[in-house]
């Protein structure tokens, strides 16, 4: 838990920073920031995944020295591209602070919460419309998967659910590529 507020707290504050400088930059430069962040996540979680350190669990001690600045670089992230989430955040946690992966995605899932709230609020705050249809559908399917997801977590092998993480994260790069590519608002 304290990691997480320390995180959160930090991820927040660079979410802020990082929505007043996503109008400053053209769209492509924003859409390369965002493949090239989202392939580094992929890389480093497929690696982490099938790796001992990744077996291991626990959570390490809070030091507010080291997830203050990770946390502002997520932030700033995900309010600059629109990507921090579980994307970036479970990678930050496991490689950057050594955390087991499962304990990595349940405190991402804290974190996640608090940085995606800030973001809207920022994003309100500048005059950004919001998407009613497109958040409820997505709110929807989030607390849909955060009911199932834990049951189906303990079936499953680290490795396995690394290196399926790594593959989403892929997949969805290729998707936003391929929907820019075709003029498909996303």
């Known amino acids: 838990w304290s990691s997480a507020a320390w ?4 991820a927040a504050a660079g979410s802020v920073v990082g929505t007043a400088l996503n109008r400053a930059l053209g769209g492509d430069v924003q859409l390369i920031l965002f493949i090239v962040v989202m392939l580094l996540a992929a890389r480093a979680t497929w690696q982490r995944a099938g790796s001992p350190a990744g077996e291991a669990a ?3 001690d809070a030091r507010a020295a080291v997830l203050v ?3 502002l670089l997520v932030g700033g992230l995900a309010g600059l591209v629109g990507v921090g989430g579980g994307f970036v955040v479970v990678p930050a946690l496991a490689i950057g602070r050594s955390f087991g992966m499962r304990e990595a995605m349940s405190t991402s899932m804290v974190i996640v919460a608090i940085v995606s709230a800030c ?6 705050a500048a005059g950004n419309p919001l998407d009613v249809p497109v958040a409820l559908a997505m709110g929807s399917a989030t ?3 955060a009911l199932i997801g834990p049951h ?3 079936r499953v092998s680290i490795r396995s659910l690394g290196r399926g993480f790594a593959v989403l994260v892929v997949a969805v790069s290729v ?3 391929g929907a ?3 003029g498909v608002s996303v």
């Open 69 to 71: 600045p990770v946390g």
């Open 152 to 154: 189906l977590a303990d």
């Open 119 to 124: 973001g809207l609020i920022a994003h309100l």
């Open 58 to 60: 626990g959570c390490p």
């Open 143 to 145: 607390v849909l998967g």
């Open 7 to 10: 995180f959160a707290a930090a």
């Open 175 to 177: 998707g936003v590529v």
């Open 180 to 182: 820019t590519m075709a």
